[in-house]
């Protein structure tokens, strides 16, 4: 009996062990609300193009932040490493479905390893690095923020990817990806999904201030070049380089944000007039904590294109309020004032003017509020 009681405690400590040694925790986050929206075009006429406009309203999910699942794991395998992994898909909260092509995890599926001396590696797919863009959205990347003017150019992901994230030294951080086209030819030759893409981001922190360089590319896989189609794809808004400078200044109960990007392409050709090549895209906002539970947004947002791409700049205000540690309720109105040949929407919609891309006419302007509640666990 004895024996078997010293067993019983030994092996009771060795499970002990183990599961201090490793952990396994799920999250995620339900986004839910109400959205009005005019200036939606309607009609079809000459070459597809809408020909009038309208107003809706709709139940959406994901306004004010992706809804999302997953789950993340570590396990310490001594010396200071660490055994790290990350699962991560979105979803409809309105519909309950999944993504579509993407897969279950769309988002993450990486495994790595990890060290606090020398900083993590990772394989497999992550957001690409342009996400970045997020900790100097004033929006967070809402759904009308800095990816609308550049339709979706900071919301990728990446497959085959590598990455590393340094530690802090001295207030300096530095993060990189590289992801392989998988294809016979370096950079993508229409054999595979994706193109070769890559980026760099340093970002130095400070009690009063934040600043972040970025730069990052996205080839076409079609044939490597940092440039598309605009009859096939999103032309420069989904193959091209981007330089990115950006801001936060802390300020008590203020945060002060901006951020300007250059989005340069190369190899395009047969560009028709309205279809950049080029783009300058540029905001400025401000967030105000008036409570430890509400805060309060005020943002601007503008982009200049090339080629008779026209301008456009979005106005909005907004703010949240947090019922609890989990569970917040978000507030937006915004509006989106076009050039005469620009036809920019609220929404991060594709390149074109008819009325499946959702982008008002050109030259016309687009409004909206949604209210909506998000919860986190």
Known sequence: MKKVLLASAALLAFSAAAQAQSSVTLYGRLDAGLEYMNGVPTGVGLN???????????????????????????????????????????????????????????????????????????????????????????????NWSSASLVRGRNWPQS??????????VAGFDFYGQYALSNATNWN???????????????????????????????????????????GTSNGAYSFSREYTAMLNVFLGQFKLQGGYQAIRTSGMTGQLPGQPTALDHEWGGVTWQMTPAAALIGAVYHVNGNNGAGNATIYTVGGSYNLSKRTLLDLQVATVQNSKSANYGLNANNYGSSAATDNPLPGHSQSGVYAGIQHSF
Do not use: C
């Not at 497959?159 to 802090?168: A, T, V």
């Open 48 to 142: 597809g193009a809408a020909t009038g406009t309208s107003h809706r309203f709709r139940a959406e999910s994901g306004d004010w932040g992706t809804s999302l699942w997953g789950m993340k794991g570590v396990e310490d395998l001594g010396g200071g490493y660490r055994a790290v992994f990350q699962l991560e898909g979105s979803f409809n909260t309105m519909t309950g479905q999944g993504p579509g092509g993407g897969g279950l995890f769309n988002r993450w599926a990486t495994v790595g390893i990890a060290n606090n001396q020398f900083g993590t590696v990772l394989l497999g797919r992550e957001l690409f690095i342009s996400n970045g863009v997020w900790d100097f959205d004033p929006f967070g990347q809402s």
């Open 159 to 168: 497959s085959n990817n590598i990455s590393y994230q340094s530690p802090k």
């Open 188 to 230: 993508g030759n229409g054999t595979t999904r994706q193109g070769r893409q890559a980026g760099a981001q340093i970002t130095y922190t400070s009690p009063l201030f934040q600043v972040r360089g970025l730069y990052d590319e996205i080839r076409n896989p079609a044939n490597g070049t940092l440039g598309g189609d605009y």
